[in-house]
């Protein structure tokens, strides 16, 4: 098996961290009830417990193939209890497999494997996010949009946000690209398109401001695009230089308007990063200077 990237390897410390807690609080008991099994006919206790030395032991490959083998013995014994905690190791594993296949760029495998993690334990939601962020890369919009709007809904606020992000972040993409480079009405139409399919699915964030202003100034909407430009200020949560682009926005938008001495100050909270040479030629416009 190829060696795991450090994201996979922190997710299986947690799982050998989980899985050395069940063995103190768990293994110890079974071991000793190891003759009483074996005339029982139980052998999955046995089996369990070599799935948990395998995991403790850092043999993933072994451990998971013997917790699948303990899973119908366990379930023909009906212990709900070993079934539970080995479907939970499963699915983590499935779960780590599946993010490292993602990162690998192999998204059909990395949804295969989310897919049995997900077999495994259906209620482990780590592996329906992974899922949805593997179709959202093979282009398959409309099951990853479902898929990411359902994990928001599952009651694991982790993955939620992570979900939330990735739809927040498909339709700006696609606005971004629209309003890159020469916007004309038509792609600011489409851009405004996007980002009001987004609000379908999500909430509206600075980015997402910012970029609707810059689709009305490109249209021509100044007073909306200004109006934007505030709320995406309002939002705005990132360092001074990000923020540069809201204002230069704004000042635009105030500029075209008319409004040159609200303009005129709109660019100088812009003069940062990348707009600074475009806020000062404005500037210099503005008073006359070029």
Same mark, same amino acid.
């Given at each position: 098996m190829k060696s795991f990237n450090r994201a996979s390897l922190c997710n299986l410390k947690?799982?050998?961290l989980s899985l050395t807690v069940l063995a103190f609080a768990s293994g110890t008991a079974l071991a000793q009830e190891t003759k009483t099994v074996i005339k029982e006919g139980q052998e999955y206790k046995m089996k369990y417990n070599e799935a948990l030395e395998f995991a403790k032991? @850092?043999?993933y @490959? /072994? =451990?998971y +193939? %013997?917790? /699948? +083998?303990? !899973? $119908? !013995? %366990? /379930? %023909?014994a009906g212990d709900t209890e070993v079934i539970n905690r080995s479907s939970k190791v499963l699915a983590q594993l499935d779960n780590s497999y599946g993010t490292r296949a993602f990162k690998a760029g192999k998204f059909e495998e990395a949804i295969q494997h989310h897919e049995k993690g997900i077999a495994h334990k259906?209620?482990?939601? $780590?592996?329906h996010y992974g899922k949805g962020k593997a179709l959202e890369k093979l282009d398959r919009w409309d099951e990853a949009v479902a898929l990411l709007k359902s994990v928001m809904e599952m009651g694991d606020r982790k993955s939620a946000n992570a979900a939330e992000k990735t739809i927040r972040g498909h339709y700006v993409y696609i606005a971004s690209s629209n309003l890159s480079e020469n916007p004309t009405k038509s792609t600011a139409e489409k851009a405004l398109a996007s980002l009001d399919e987004m609000l379908g699915y999500v909430d509206a964030d600075a980015d997402t401001y910012y970029y609707q202003a810059e689709a009305n100034k490109t249209i021509g909407n100044y007073s909306d695009a200004i109006s934007l430009a505030d709320q995406a200020l309002g939002a705005h949560r990132g360092s001074r230089t990000d923020k540069a682009k809201i204002y230069f926005v704004k000042g /635009? %938008? !105030?500029?075209f308007s008319g409004s040159s001495a609200d303009a005129a100050e709109a660019f100088n909270n812009a003069l940062y990063?990348?707009? @600074? $040479? !475009? =806020?000062?030629?404005y500037l210099d416009e503005l008073k006359g200077g070029g």
């Amino acid at each position: 098996m190829k060696s795991f990237n450090r994201a996979s390897l922190c997710n299986l410390k947690h799982i050998v961290l989980s899985l050395t807690v069940l063995a103190f609080a768990s293994g110890t008991a079974l071991a000793q009830e190891t003759k009483t099994v074996i005339k029982e006919g139980q052998e999955y206790k046995m089996k369990y417990n070599e799935a948990l030395e395998f995991a403790k032991a @850092k043999n993933y @490959k /072994e =451990a998971y +193939a %013997a917790f /699948e +083998a303990t !899973l $119908p !013995l %366990a /379930e %023909a014994a009906g212990d709900t209890e070993v079934i539970n905690r080995s479907s939970k190791v499963l699915a983590q594993l499935d779960n780590s497999y599946g993010t490292r296949a993602f990162k690998a760029g192999k998204f059909e495998e990395a949804i295969q494997h989310h897919e049995k993690g997900i077999a495994h334990k259906s209620d482990y939601v $780590p592996n329906h996010y992974g899922k949805g962020k593997a179709l959202e890369k093979l282009d398959r919009w409309d099951e990853a949009v479902a898929l990411l709007k359902s994990v928001m809904e599952m009651g694991d606020r982790k993955s939620a946000n992570a979900a939330e992000k990735t739809i927040r972040g498909h339709y700006v993409y696609i606005a971004s690209s629209n309003l890159s480079e020469n916007p004309t009405k038509s792609t600011a139409e489409k851009a405004l398109a996007s980002l009001d399919e987004m609000l379908g699915y999500v909430d509206a964030d600075a980015d997402t401001y910012y970029y609707q202003a810059e689709a009305n100034k490109t249209i021509g909407n100044y007073s909306d695009a200004i109006s934007l430009a505030d709320q995406a200020l309002g939002a705005h949560r990132g360092s001074r230089t990000d923020k540069a682009k809201i204002y230069f926005v704004k000042g /635009e %938008a !105030l500029m075209f308007s008319g409004s040159s001495a609200d303009a005129a100050e709109a660019f100088n909270n812009a003069l940062y990063g990348n707009y @600074k $040479p !475009l =806020a000062q030629h404005y500037l210099d416009e503005l008073k006359g200077g070029g």
